[in-house]
């Protein structure tokens, strides 16, 4: 079984930051691909970014040039800087990961996070 640990959130005003991190542990032989999803109240989830193994990353177009994901792969760790924060990001972050135990891949998911951004 695979454990997801977010650490982060919090409160920041408009143009502020903040970092969210999500460790994996467990069976886990790989990860494929690591990565943040949000979810508004009454929106769906969407992708925020995620970055593979190899380091390829995607971002969401609003959050592009503004959010940097990165991974350590020894740790099993990603991590997400949010820079110039605007009050349409408060959302709930959560981190997915896609791991392969060995025998098959599966989607894991954190518990989330709350990020708020005043204006």
């Known amino acids: 079984q695979v454990q997801l640990v977010e650490s982060g959130g919090g409160l920041v005003q408009a143009g502020g930051s903040l970092s969210v991190s999500c460790a994996a542990s467990?069976?886990?032989?790989?990860?494929?691909?690591m990565g943040w999803y949000r979810q508004a109240p009454g929106k769906q989830r969407e992708l925020v970014a995620h970055?593979?193994?190899?380091?390829?990353?995607n971002y969401a177009d609003s959050v592009r040039g503004r959010f940097t994901i990165s991974r350590d792969n020894a740790k099993n760790t990603v991590y997400l800087q949010m820079n110039s924060l605007k009050p349409e990001d408060t959302a709930v972050y959560y981190c997915n990961v896609l791991v392969y135990s060995g025998t098959y891949y599966r989607d894991y998911w954190g518990q989330g996070t709350q990020v708020t951004v005043s204006s």
């Open positions: 970055v593979t193994t190899a380091n390829t990353t």
């Open positions: 467990g069976s886990i032989f790989s990860i494929r691909r």
